[in-house]
């Protein structure tokens, strides 16, 4: 199977919808990643399509995010939204989409990457627990979904605080 990966271009956004939607079997999500796409926060070289051949079968969203403590700001990312065509999972797509975005994170000069999500899959990609950096989400949350991952080692070394998603999320 030969996967491609690249930023998202114009044509590619009602296909990024309806993946959502499908997979998602609601559009809640895809409203989301609208939602994010038209805000302040978003990046397009972060929001990236994977194709097999000329099917967009994966999508993968980072947006900005601020880690706040008192007047203290951190601008740090969120992998905001994720999703792999249903016939096409567990095939690594999903890590091939996390691993592209990190880089490219890094590249862009992120320095820590945050995200809600399943507690087996992203410590494969070094994700660790945000609560050992005393980090926490705006909400109460089970520790273990939570993560954070350093792109530059120790980024996190002198960050705590609550992550303030941007309103744009509210769509949730
Ligand atoms: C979550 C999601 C994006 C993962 O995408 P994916 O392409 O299936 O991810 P991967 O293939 O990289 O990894 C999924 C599993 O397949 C396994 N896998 C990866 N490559 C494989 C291969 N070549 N052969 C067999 N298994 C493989 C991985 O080890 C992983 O196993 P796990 O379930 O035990 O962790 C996808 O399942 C999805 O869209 N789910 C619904 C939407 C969703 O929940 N999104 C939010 C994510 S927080």
Redesign the pocket.
């Known amino acids: 199977m030969n996967i491609s990966i690249r930023p998202e271009q114009p044509a590619d956004i009602d296909e990024i919808y309806e993946l959502n939607k499908l ?2 079997g609601q559009d809640n ?1 895809a409203k989301l990643v609208d939602h994010v796409r038209q805000g302040s926060n978003f990046i397009p070289q972060l929001s990236l399509v994977a194709f097999s051949d000329d099917e967009l079968i ?1 999508y993968i969203l980072f947006s900005q995010i601020t880690i706040s403590n008192g007047d203290y700001r951190h601008l740090s990312l969120g ?1 905001t ?6 016939d ?11 691993t592209y975005g990190l880089q490219k994170a890094a590249d862009l000069g992120f320095t820590d990457v945050f ?4 507690e ?3 410590p ?1 990609f070094g994700f660790l627990p945000a609560n050992r950096w005393n980090i926490k989400p705006p909400f109460e949350a089970p520790a273990e979904v939570f993560m954070a991952l350093e792109l530059i080692p120790n980024a996190l070394s002198n960050v705590s605080g609550i992550v303030e998603y941007p309103i744009e999320f509210s769509v949730m």
């Open positions: 997979v998602f999500e994966g992998l939204s994720m999703v792999v065509h249903s096409y999972q567990k095939r690594g797509i999903g890590a091939k989409l996390i995200v809600f999500g399943h087996y899959y992203f494969k």
